[in-house]
Every structure is written in structure tokens, then in C-alpha cells.
């Protein structure tokens, strides 16, 4: 079974603080994935990477940057973060194509910002 | 831009009755759909995956047919299992080599004796 490792797993911020949330996944996966999960709006994505160098915006990627400096590891930036990113926070990875596609995804991350 | 569209709020079962949740979606694209699951307090996983032979994909009881003609990809069982009881995401992806994976609004199911 193919392991993602969010973490923190819980982060409590100060509006206008800087936060990273951090992801590593160890199954050789190109693409990765950074959701947020919210009543009533399900999982929204942020930011998505087709390797090590690439990051694409997602459907909502005001106010969050990502970077992917290696095949495994991908984070979650919020330069300024406020309240309404109270959230909680998925990394996934996988790869595309093939019968066998799926994403993995990480436990989560629960972030307030107070 | 694409979006799923999933039966909305919760679903309310008696175990041992069908269950059917529904998935549409527009996309100028032919794409690939999923289910995914998360039960409480855990990740979601994938259930089922359209394949592009338009074979019928089952998992733990669970199948979903992708008709094109409707753009849907409903989700069905024929039995319900209070087991059953999580959260249930229909996704997209466009095709090709564009991993974007576009998800739904959820649908909460729960299942009772």
C-alpha cells in the first residue's frame, strides 16, 4: 500500500502567520496533490505537481503557493493565512493512466487560524 | 471548466435496501470518473474506476455504469450494509496525460438497522 505522510497533523496559526504544511510520499509517484476539505463544498483542489519542479494551480489557489522540490516531497505554502483557510488539509499522490490509477492520499492536516 | 455534480447532503438507508447515488458531470473532454470513499475519521480511498472499454466496474458490492449519452456515472448496490455508512466523492479527470482530478460535493451516506 503505497504511504503518504502529512504533517503536522493538527496547526493552530495566527491570522497573517506563515504556515507550511508538508507532504512526502515514498512510492515513486509523479503527480501530487494538495485538497482542502470542507462541509458543503467537499474536496476543492488547491494545488497539483507532475514532478519534482512543476506546480499547477488548482480550482482554488488564492492564498496558497506549493512547491515540489524532489519526486517526493510537496508542501503547502499560506505566505499570510487567515481564518477562511481554517480547513482541513489532504495530500495525495499518484500516478495517471492505466486500470490501476488511483490517488493515495495522506491522513490530513486540521489547521486553525485564529 | 469541468464539474461533477453528486446527489447532495446525506442519504438515509435501511439496511438491506438498494442504494443509488448519483454522479453527472460536464466536460468538453471524454473523461475518466471515479468513486471515492472515506469512512470517519479516515483518508478517502477509491472504490471504482470507469474503464475505457466501457466494462462495468464492481468493488465490495459496489458498480457504476458511465453512460455518456446522460454524462453520468451513478453509483449502485444492491443491498446495504450499515458498514456501507461513509462519505462518497465522484471525481474526474479529463484524459490523457492531464492529472487533474476534479471531485464532487460529497454525499453522506448512513445506513441504520
Known amino acids: 500500500e503505497a504511504a503518504v505522510t502529512q504533517s503536522p497533523r493538527n496547526k493552530v496559526a495566527v491570522t497573517g502567520g506563515k504556515v507550511t504544511l508538508s507532504c512526502n510520499q515514498t512510492?515513486?509517484?509523479?503527480?501530487m496533490y494538495w485538497y482542502r476539505q470542507d462541509t458543503g463544498h467537499g474536496l476543492r483542489l488547491i494545488h497539483y505537481s507532475y514532478g519534482a519542479g512543476s506546480t499547477e494551480k488548482g480550482d482554488i489557489p488564492d492564498g496558497y503557493k506549493a512547491s515540489r522540490p524532489s519526486q517526493e516531497n510537496f508542501s503547502l505554502i499560506l505566505e499570510l493565512a487567515t481564518p477562511s483557510q481554517t480547513s482541513v488539509y489532504f495530500c495525495a499522490s499518484g500516478r495517471t493512466g492505466g486500470d490501476n490509477e488511483r490517488l493515495f492520499f495522506g491522513h490530513g492536516t486540521k489547521l486553525s487560524v485564529l | 471548466g469541468d464539474s461533477v455534480t453528486q446527489t447532495e447532503g446525506l442519504v438515509t438507508l435501511t439496511e438491506g435496501l438498494p442504494v443509488m447515488l448519483n454522479c453527472t458531470y460536464q466536460?468538453?473532454?471524454?473523461?475518466?470518473l471515479f468513486w471515492y470513499v472515506q469512512h470517519l475519521n479516515e483518508a478517502p480511498k477509491l472504490l471504482l474506476k470507469?474503464?475505457?472499454?466501457?466494462k462495468r466496474p464492481e468493488h465490495q458490492g459496489f458498480h457504476a455504469t458511465l453512460h455518456k449519452s446522460s454524462s453520468s456515472f451513478h453509483l449502485q448496490k444492491s443491498s446495504a450494509q450499515l458498514s456501507d455508512s461513509a462519505l462518497y466523492y465522484c471525481?474526474?479527470?479529463?484524459?490523457?496525460?492531464?492529472?487533474?482530478?476534479?471531485f464532487g460535493k460529497g454525499t453522506k451516506l448512513s445506513v441504520k438497522s
Open positions: 470507469s474503464f475505457t472499454d466501457n
Open positions: 471525481a474526474l479527470r479529463r484524459g490523457g496525460s492531464n492529472a487533474k482530478l476534479t
Open positions: 512510492n515513486n509517484h509523479n503527480n
Open positions: 466536460s468538453t473532454y471524454s473523461p475518466f
